[in-house]
């Protein structure tokens, strides 16, 4: 709430119920976790909070509160556009279908304006780049659904599941930590043409994520790259990105290195 809203007005609430439906899966996580023997009790307070206390953020109105995210008036209503990595914004030109000549952010929100919400999406997908439509009303609360991806097996309490981070920046980290915290083997994969850019940003942020967990680069573009992701376990291996299940991200690139894990 206190990063919500104008800079020089007051903190805004959101119209949607984030807090009861985060306590909600908090619970959920608590109660799968403890039947594994490794409890995660989530505070709740420090998820929401402590990167913006770490990096001493403020809100900013309609840009996010470290500034990589512009709320952008679109031909038919609003959508995100994040430009978290020196790449997201060498694609401003390509995404908005015009030479920058000046100002990226003037070029973007020029260029966003004429599009439909929907094309900008799709574009902004191709080129690898996060955006995404506001929706007009907040959707109703959805149960929790927990679904069965794969063939079971009697699961032992000392078993460490393994776990592929395919991504980077914050909410897939996020999900690798907790999983991590409830006893999961976790093994950051990123790409050596393009790391997770939060290893740009607050050193201290980065360790309380990925601490603790190993780290792997390797080129997925290449033939090499992706049999080493694939060896990593002996299951079937899907990517999270949002080109799609199954399909490896474009921007995956150069060769393959072991690195020690991530100090805790």
Do not use: Q, Y
């Not at 794969?150 to 395919?166: H, Y």
């Not at 994969?189 to 201290?204: F, K, L, Q």
């Amino acid at each position: 709430m206190w990063l919500t809203g104008h800079a020089d007005g007051p903190p805004l609430s959101p119209a949607a119920a984030v807090v009861p439906a985060l306590e909600r899966a908090a619970a959920v996580l608590f109660r799968l976790s403890a039947d594994r023997g490794h409890p995660v009790d989530v505070d709740l307070g420090v998820l929401l909070t402590g990167r913006a206390a770490l990096r001493g953020f403020e809100r900013r109105g309609r840009t996010s509160a470290n500034a990589s995210c512009r709320l952008l008036p679109t031909a038919d209503g609003w959508a995100a556009v994040n430009l978290a990595r020196p790449s997201d914004v060498e694609s401003i030109g390509a995404l908005v279908e015009r030479p920058v000549d000046g100002d990226p952010e003037d070029a973007l929100a020029d260029g966003v304006a004429k599009l439909p919400g929907d094309d900008l999406v799709e574009r902004a997908a191709l080129l690898g780049v996060p955006a995404a439509t506001v929706p007009g009303r907040p959707p109703p609360p959805k149960p929790f659904i927990i679904e069965r991806l794969g063939p079971a097996r009697s699961p032992r309490l000392e078993d460490r599941p393994l776990v592929i981070d395919l991504s980077a920046m914050w909410a897939g980290p996020l999900c690798a930590h907790l999983l991590g915290r409830a006893g999961f083997r976790v093994v950051k994969v990123e790409s050596t043409g393009r790391p997770d850019g939060a290893r740009a940003g607050h050193a201290g942020f980065f360790r309380w994520l990925n601490g603790g967990h190993a780290s792997v680069a390797l080129d997925l573009a290449s033939t090499n790259g992706r049999a080493a992701l694939a060896g990593l376990s002996p299951e079937p291996m899907w990517s999270s990105s949002r080109r799609g299940p199954g399909r490896w991200p474009s921007w995956a690139s150069m060769r393959l290195r072991w690195s020690r894990p991530v100090p805790a």
